[in-house]
């Protein structure tokens, strides 16, 4: 039987998520909360930044050949994850001034 190492997956989550927090600080700054702007004007536009990372996603994972050569498969998952923690913020606040 395989011995696994002893992964600790709690303390990967918690280590990801403040990578992913820096990451969204950074961008929030530099775009200046355009995914909320833009939430505001087109409501679903998660589904839309949802589908170009999907379809990012899916051509580096078949590993065609890539023009842009700085984003990386984790980094496209990180650029998800983020965008489906803004969507989650901006329907709290939604729901919070409801």
């Known amino acids: 039987m395989e011995r696994?190492?002893?992964i600790n997956k709690v303390?990967?989550?918690s280590d990801i998520c403040?990578?992913?927090n820096g990451i969204y600080e950074k961008k929030n700054h530099d775009y200046g909360d355009s995914f909320a702007k833009l939430r505001?004007?087109?409501?679903?536009?998660i589904l839309v930044r949802v589908y170009d990372k999907y379809?990012?996603?899916?051509?580096l994972m078949q590993g065609a050949d890539?023009?842009?050569?700085d984003e990386s498969i984790d980094d496209t998952l990180m650029d998800l994850a983020n965008y489906c923690i803004m969507e989650l913020i901006e329907r709290k606040i939604a729901?919070?001034?409801k």
């Open 4 to 6: 696994r190492r002893n």
């Open 11 to 13: 303390k990967m989550h």
């Open 18 to 20: 403040e990578v992913l």
């Open 40 to 45: 505001n004007e087109l409501p679903n536009t």
């Open 55 to 59: 379809s990012r996603l899916k051509t």
């Open 66 to 69: 890539q023009k842009v050569t």
């Open 95 to 97: 729901n919070e001034n």
